[in-house]
């Protein structure tokens, strides 16, 4: 049955909407009622009690905000008469609690079918990667992806052309403006497939990115420590890597970088220098031999049965809305816990998106160290963006506030649900592999592709992405899970949609009910089954650039 509003913590003295109340609705709150003062939008909030100005407002259990005006009981609480306001923290107080695991008893024999590397990771895909150390060879990437991906069975993007063709012989029978903008143009049609000659390699992936040279030095290593992460990834078989040969991201920086990740690499990878190669042709034609050579290495390798514990999610949300920290994300918090229960690995990340929660991430951390670590992460981050003149506060979107994401605290005390309750075991800072089974925290923006792109490149080999308002993100090797936190999104937007946790809005599931059915989508995923994101060719990369530029 569906209520009307949720109070999300005992300690809570706002509500969320969970349909539109119109004004005069009464409300249940602790044995009695509410009335509303005012229109209240599904996903926003009201206060049942009312506030005065420099009050505190809570939710989720934490401090997300104060009250700039007086609100009156059953108000709506709103940009304008709120403020951001999280509580301090301090890692000497750390105060590790003991964690109550989730029984996972009848998942314990649980596999998927993956692609076991030499490193012992396993793969939920195989693919080749093409990679420009700098930006100067993004051109050379693309005429190699023309070369190589029709050709060879991997064209995946839907083929608007005959919409133009109709539209074309629309102006050429002399129809007006208006008639073209109310023509009924067919759907686009799939490209036609070639038969794919290496069916055991499920992409060729092809990055782009604008850093390598011109900035400073840290960039460009950090930069090759990101690329290292994917070459070295488990779901990847191999690549072929593009250097101009002069900039600062030398190939020598990567394969450095290779050798922390992998000492013992042994992966085919190709690295061509244009300046010693010469001529275009001379550079695409030796990458086309090496390449395709590459997958036909690559098309020898299997998909096996492999634990549950091989399993590497990051966990990522984007286009927020009000539901977000009370459906999808606390499901995912659940397939979280249960996946450390049985021995994997979690990543949570946004750091900007942790502000509030702080304090019960570092009494979360398994040593004082690693609590120091995200403290001092999380101050360096911050007093970052405030040299810049902003800062954690300004993180919601225009998006996140008109869907009841009114504060920075607001929003992170829901992002942060994304995460379980069980113990962080290790704080990363970007571009950092995860090495340690458990709850992972990597330093990354709040930026929903930066953070992506991170989380893969760190390990991570399938996300879980959560969004109310809807997204396409994908990522080029891992796959990326889109679980809407609302019905209505996932009925509008069904394309890009692959699990719906407004269920649990709509009284139907549990949190734990709709946690286990994503782990159970996240089994065949792991083993093969297509998500949306693969399914649009959708391979959004976004490398974190933390300098200035020189």
């Given at each position: 049955?569906?209520?009307?509003?949720?109070?999300?913590?005992p300690?809570?003295?706002?509500?969320?909407?969970?349909?539109d109340?119109?004004?005069?609705?009464?409300?249940?709150?602790e044995?009695?009622?509410v009335?509303?003062?005012?229109?209240?939008?599904?996903?926003h909030?009201?206060?049942?009690?009312?506030?005065?100005v420099?009050?505190?407002?809570?939710?989720?259990?934490?401090?997300?905000?104060?009250?700039k005006?007086a609100?009156r009981?059953?108000g709506?609480?709103?940009?304008?008469?709120?403020?951001?306001?999280?509580n301090?923290y301090?890692?000497?107080?750390?105060?590790?609690?003991a964690?109550?695991?989730p029984?996972?008893?009848?998942?314990?024999?649980?596999?998927f079918?993956?692609?076991?590397?030499?490193?012992?990771?396993?793969?939920?895909?195989n693919?080749?990667?093409?990679?420009?150390?700098?930006?100067?060879?993004n051109?050379?990437i693309?005429?190699?992806?023309?070369?190589?991906?029709?050709?060879?069975?991997?064209e995946?993007?839907?083929?608007?052309?005959?919409?133009?063709?109709?539209?074309?012989?629309?102006?050429?029978?002399?129809?007006?403006?208006?008639?073209i903008?109310?023509a009924?143009?067919?759907?686009?049609?799939?490209?036609a497939?070639?038969?794919?000659?290496?069916?055991?390699?499920?992409?060729?992936?092809?990055l782009?990115?604008?850093?390598?040279c011109?900035?400073i030095?840290?960039?460009?290593?950090?930069l090759?420590?990101?690329?290292?992460g994917?070459?070295?990834?488990?779901?990847?078989?191999?690549?072929?890597?593009?250097s101009?040969?002069?900039?600062?991201?030398?190939?020598?920086?990567?394969?450095?970088?290779?050798?922390?990740?992998?000492?013992?690499?042994?992966?085919?990878?190709?690295?061509?220098?244009?300046?010693?190669?010469?001529?275009?042709?001379a550079?695409?034609?030796?990458?086309?031999?090496?390449?395709?050579?590459?997958?036909?290495?690559a098309?020898?390798?299997?998909?096996?049965p492999?634990?549950?514990?091989?399993?590497?999610?990051?966990?990522?949300?984007?286009?927020?809305d009000?539901f977000?920290?009370?459906?999808?994300?606390?499901?995912l918090?659940?397939?979280?816990?249960m996946?450390?229960?049985?021995?994997?690995?979690?990543i949570?990340a946004?750091?900007?998106?942790?502000c509030?929660?702080e304090?019960?991430?570092?009494?979360?951390?398994?040593?004082?160290a690693?609590?120091?670590?995200?403290?001092?992460?999380?101050?360096?981050?911050?007093?970052?963006?405030v040299?810049?003149?902003?800062?954690?506060?300004?993180?919601?979107?225009?998006?996140n506030?008109?869907?009841g994401?009114?504060?920075?605290?607001?929003?992170?005390?829901?992002?942060a649900r994304?995460?379980?309750?069980?113990?962080?075991?290790a704080v990363?800072d970007?571009?950092?592999?995860?090495?340690?089974?458990?709850?992972?925290?990597?330093?990354?923006?709040?930026?929903?592709v930066e953070?992506?792109?991170?989380?893969?490149?760190?390990?991570?080999?399938?996300?879980?992405?959560?969004?109310?308002?809807?997204?396409?993100?994908?990522?080029?090797?891992?796959?990326?899970?889109?679980v809407?936190?609302?019905?209505?999104?996932a009925?509008?937007?069904?394309?890009?949609?692959?699990?719906?946790?407004?269920?649990?809005?709509?009284?139907?599931?549990?949190?734990?009910?709709?946690?286990e059915?994503?782990?159970d989508?996240?089994?065949?995923?792991?083993s093969?089954?297509?998500?949306?994101?693969?399914?649009?060719?959708?391979?959004?990369?976004?490398?974190?650039?933390?300098?200035?530029?020189?």
């Open positions: 049955m569906k209520h009307q509003v949720a109070r999300i913590h300690a809570d003295n706002v509500l969320v909407a969970l349909v109340l119109p004004i005069g609705t009464e409300v249940p709150w044995g009695g009622y009335t509303t003062t005012e229109a209240i939008p599904a996903k909030k009201l206060t049942p009690l009312g506030l005065s420099g009050q505190s407002v809570t939710m989720y259990g934490v401090l997300v905000g104060k009250a005006e609100i009981p059953g709506r609480l709103t940009t304008a008469n709120m403020q951001h306001a999280t301090s301090d890692e000497n107080a750390h105060q590790r609690a964690w109550q695991a029984d996972v008893s009848g998942w314990q024999n649980r596999t079918l993956g692609y076991h590397r030499a490193d012992g990771r396993v793969g939920t895909a693919y080749w990667l093409v990679i420009p150390l700098v930006f100067c060879e051109r050379n693309q005429v190699l992806k023309d070369a190589l991906i029709t050709d060879l069975g991997y995946r993007r839907k083929n608007y052309q005959p919409e133009t063709r109709k539209l074309l012989s629309l102006l050429q029978a002399g129809k007006s403006v208006e008639e903008l109310s009924d143009l067919a759907a686009g049609e799939d490209v497939q070639n038969q794919r000659p290496f069916p055991n390699v499920d992409g060729i992936r092809f782009s990115h604008e850093g390598g011109g900035g030095r840290q960039d460009a290593q950090t090759c420590g990101l690329l290292a994917y070459i070295t990834h488990p779901n990847v078989a191999g690549a072929t890597v593009l101009l040969g002069c900039q600062n991201a030398q190939a020598s920086m990567l394969q450095e970088e290779i050798a922390k990740r992998d000492p013992h690499f042994s992966k085919p990878l190709y690295i061509l220098d244009q300046q010693k190669l010469g001529t275009e042709e550079l695409i034609s030796t990458a086309l031999r090496q390449t395709f050579a590459g997958l036909m290495i098309n020898q390798a299997r998909r096996e492999a634990p549950l514990k091989a399993l590497n999610i990051g966990l990522e949300c984007g286009g927020s009000g977000s920290g009370i459906s999808a994300n606390p499901a918090g659940h397939v979280s816990d996946l450390v229960a049985l021995g994997g690995s979690v949570l946004e750091f900007p998106e942790l509030g929660v304090q019960e991430l570092v009494d979360r951390s398994v040593e004082p690693v609590a120091e670590r995200f403290s001092s992460l999380m101050k360096a981050y911050g007093d970052s963006a040299a810049v003149g902003s800062g954690f506060d300004m993180n919601p979107s225009p998006g506030i008109r869907d994401l009114i504060t920075d605290a607001m929003k992170s005390a829901g992002a994304k995460g379980g309750s069980s113990p962080v075991v990363l970007y571009p950092e592999p995860v090495t340690k089974p458990g709850l992972n925290l990597l330093c990354t923006p709040g930026n929903d953070s992506t792109t991170a989380e893969v490149g760190s390990g991570a080999n399938i996300v879980l992405f959560t969004t109310g308002l809807g997204t396409p993100t994908g990522n080029p090797i891992a796959p990326v899970i889109k809407a936190s609302n019905t209505a999104l009925k509008r937007m069904p394309d890009i949609i692959d699990v719906n946790t407004g269920t649990v809005i709509d009284g139907e599931e549990t949190i734990e009910q709709a946690g059915r994503i782990l989508y996240v089994i065949r995923v792991a093969g089954e297509e998500v949306a994101a693969v399914r649009h060719d959708q391979t959004d990369f976004i490398p974190w650039k933390r300098g200035v530029s020189l």
